[in-house]
């Protein structure tokens, strides 16, 4: 069974909302009570709050901090805390990068302990500081301490966008497997770009999530 | 791996980096802080010097110290930060010691926001500070280009003994693309008889900006603008795409350049002779390459995220001989392709009801 809330953390720029977005939808389509948080209060361009509205549209349920507009002030909503004491509601986490962004989490730590959560590590191997085992323990254990939650698994996200090759997943998810290895962490998933599913088929035993990419750059829209 | 996924902020510091930048002085703004941040953790790794100032006014002038001290050195901010660094800036320009300074501009003036704009290019390209001078301007359109003109600015700075800038808008700082760092190796440099690296066994170096008295002042002043004219016709440069048959001419750069190379390409799907003249060196200023485009086509289209800067900069480049349009958004608002398309209709259209 899956559990009532489902965290993605991760270094910054891992894939942690695009990963959350996608997550977030899948699960919507068996689970109508799905609601997708954003307590991303780090980031400034290409977040969340972007796109929410092209999310309700798909009929996802979707908090994001209060302040619409696009300031950086590292406020939450209230709405958060009747999101996660829910009883029966199903709740995704997009949590804010690295260990700065793992903060905002700490406060519903002693919650979250009761209700119980799956927290996944975002890796890109292709991001500057995880491109090594070392660089993915580091970074789980900064960010476990900032947030003051528990990793239950790794999430595997291998790419380097536009230029996303065969060659390039499985290149990268082989770290992702050893750092998997050395953390005693499960890979809860794989993503891959959506247009490449077909192409990499049955080549990995975990679990594959499609990604559509959200998140654009102006000259993409 | 070859390559590497990098946030734009990230990827100019590293250039940075790899370009053996000895000392980064600065202070966090958004939307530029990832630099700092990334600087913070590398350098340090590295046993270099990284130093989070009190302010844009101490990081300026740290600046200023290492540059004297002969240090490959660099500071990165956005707008209300990089009006801060004026003075420093007019005097490290007439020190004439080397420093590179990263602008990762946003919506102003004020405060403003924390959204893209081009805003700053007036104070970028026309001098800034007071005084005589000017500063060399880069114009990254991707965060390859970042990289390689990141690394680019500490050979210009060292060459001309000046400042060299990268003019970058918030969103070349935020977004995320895949790139390839070059190797790291020595760098390069020229020999700085002029550092003040302690006298001892030679003549002592002094450098300064104040000249009281006497033609002194002049004569820096003669030489500070021989050195802009070597600048000038040493270092133009600028990128062009789909300029064959072209009639209507987008002149854009950084990320009103990479919407127009989209649009560009769009406008030509639909029959459209459109193509685009994207400016690298926004000073010095490609004004006769500019001007020779010109003379093939019919129409320009200035597009900035500010209320028309450049433009007048393209209106002097061409003497005003072909009609020049403008679309500018201000405030961080960052049109769409299909925004930007409108206008090339609005002047295509005219000419399509001719056919």
Redesign the interface.
């Known amino acids: 069974m899956e559990r009532p809330v489902v965290i993605f953390a991760g270094p910054f720029g891992s894939g942690k909302t695009e990963t959350a977005i996608n997550y977030a939808l899948q699960w919507a389509e068996e689970d109508q009570s799905v609601t997708l948080v954003d307590l991303d209060v780090v980031t400034t361009y290409l977040r969340l709050r972007e796109v929410e509205e092209r999310l309700r549209e798909k009929g996802l349920k979707v908090i994001t901090p209060s302040e619409a507009g696009n300031i950086d002030l590292p406020a939450i909503t209230p709405q958060i805390w009747g999101a996660l004491g829910g009883q029966d509601g199903r709740v995704v986490v997009d949590m804010g990068g690295s260990a700065p962004g793992a903060r905002s989490m700490g406060q519903f730590s002693s919650h979250l302990e009761k209700v119980g959560y799956a927290m996944n590590l975002v890796v890109n191997p292709y991001r500057p500081f995880t491109t090594t085992v070392e660089g993915i323990e580091k970074a789980e254990r900064e960010i476990a301490d900032s947030s003051r939650l528990q990793f239950t698994a790794l999430v595997s996200n291998p790419h380097l966008m536009g230029e996303t090759t065969l060659e390039v997943i499985d290149e990268g998810h082989l770290i992702v497997q050893e750092a998997s290895h050395q953390l005693g962490l499960p890979i809860a998933f794989l993503c891959v770009r959506a247009d490449l599913v077909e192409e990499v088929g049955e080549r990995y035993s975990v679990p594959i999530l499609p990604l559509n990419r959200y998140l654009l750059a102006p000259w993409e829209r | ?1 070859a ?5 734009g902020n ?1 990827a100019i510091a ?1 250039a940075a980096i790899r370009a053996g930048c000895e000392a980064y002085f600065g202070y966090p703004i ?2 530029q802080t ?1 630099l700092l941040e ?1 600087m913070s ?1 590398r350098m340090v790794e590295l046993g270099r010097v990284f130093l989070q100032a009190e302010s844009e006014l101490s990081a300026i002038n740290m600046v200023y110290g290492a540059a004297c001290a002969g240090a490959r050195v660099m500071t990165s901010t956005s707008s209300p930060g990089f009006s801060l660094m004026q003075e420093g800036i007019s005097y490290i320009v007439c020190s004439e010691v080397p420093a590179v300074v990263i602008n990762v501009m946003r919506g102003g003036p004020g405060l403003g ?4 704009s081009q805003g700053d290019y007036f104070q970028m390209t026309k001098g800034g500070g007071h005084g005589d001078y000017n500063v060399i301007v880069l114009a990254p359109a991707t965060l390859q280009e970042a990289i390689d003109l990141t690394i680019l600015a500490f050979d210009l700075a060292d060459k001309y003994r000046s400042v060299a800038t990268i003019i970058a808008d ?2 070349i700082g ?5 790139v390839e760092l070059p190797e790291i190796e020595p760098p390069k440099r020229p020999e700085q008889p002029w550092a003040l690296t302690g006298a001892k066994g030679r003549e002592k170096n002094i450098i300064t900006s104040l000249y009281l008295g006497g033609p002194n002042l002049e004569k820096v002043n003669l030489r500070l603008q021989e050195t802009l004219e070597e600048i000038k016709a040493n270092e133009v440069r600028y990128a062009e795409y789909m300029l064959e048959g072209a009639e209507i001419v987008v002149v854009a750069y950084g ?1 009103a350049g ?2 127009a ?2 649009v560009v390409q769009e406008a030509r799907e639909e029959g459209i002779p459109a193509g685009l003249f994207r400016p690298i060196t926004m000073f010095p200023f490609p004004y006769d390459r500019l001007d020779e485009v010109a003379k093939s086509v019919e129409h320009l289209l200035v597009f900035e995220l500010n209320a028309g800067q450049m433009l007048e900069d393209v209106r002097l480049a061409t003497r005003d001989r072909l009609p020049i349009h403008f679309y500018g958004k201000m405030g ?1 608002v ?4 299909a925004e930007v398309l409108a206008q090339i209709k609005k002047i295509a259209s005219p000419q399509q009801g001719e056919r």
């Open positions: 791996m390559k590497i996924l990098m946030k990230e590293e958004t939307p990832e990334y953790r926001n924390i959204q893209p918030g969103m935020q977004i995320m693309e895949p990320t990479r919407i190379q989209t961080g960052v049109p769409s392709p």
